[in-house]
């Protein structure tokens, strides 16, 4: 995915309300503010950048437990944008937090003390954001043991 450019299309459908068009094949997306600016009819701004950075840490993290051949499955991932007020009175995320689960025991997984040092390097989307918002990452097992 080096030196590309990768664009969507946002259309206001009723105040707050728009609609993600992302390309051909993939389905709209429908974004919204919530009550009482918006009406909360899809994710907001925050909930979208949440989820973009659990989805590229999710995918990081698979993709570097499959390149040794292993199958974490099922993954899941929770992130918490906070939202506050900045120094100069602006609301901004301040911090995210990301809990990522395995979908198994860690003793099943081969190479996982090296995976967990570096999947985080290859999230580009994780790098990217944390340049400006601080992200902590944390990964378990599925028997609830932290393991970073």
Wanted: with cysteine.
């Amino acid at each position: 995915m080096s030196n590309e450019t990768i664009s969507i299309e946002l259309k206001q459908r009723e105040n707050y309300h728009f609609s993600a068009e992302f390309g051909a094949g993939i389905p709209a997306l429908s974004c919204d503010e919530p009550v009482p600016l918006g009406t909360g009819l899809g994710p907001s701004p925050v909930q979208l950048l949440a989820a973009a950075v659990a989805n590229c840490l999710s995918d990081s993290l698979l993709f570097a437990l499959r390149k040794y051949k292993q199958a974490p499955e099922p993954l899941s991932c929770r992130v918490s944008a906070e939202v506050g007020r900045n120094e100069a009175g602006y609301v901004r995320v301040l911090a995210m937090q990301a809990q990522l689960q395995l979908g198994v025991p860690a003793a099943q997984l081969q190479h996982l003390e090296r995976v967990l040092e570096t999947f985080e390097k290859y999230c580009t989307v994780t790098q990217s954001v944390g340049q400006g918002i601080p992200i902590s990452v944390q990964v378990s097992d599925s028997l609830g043991q932290r393991l970073k």
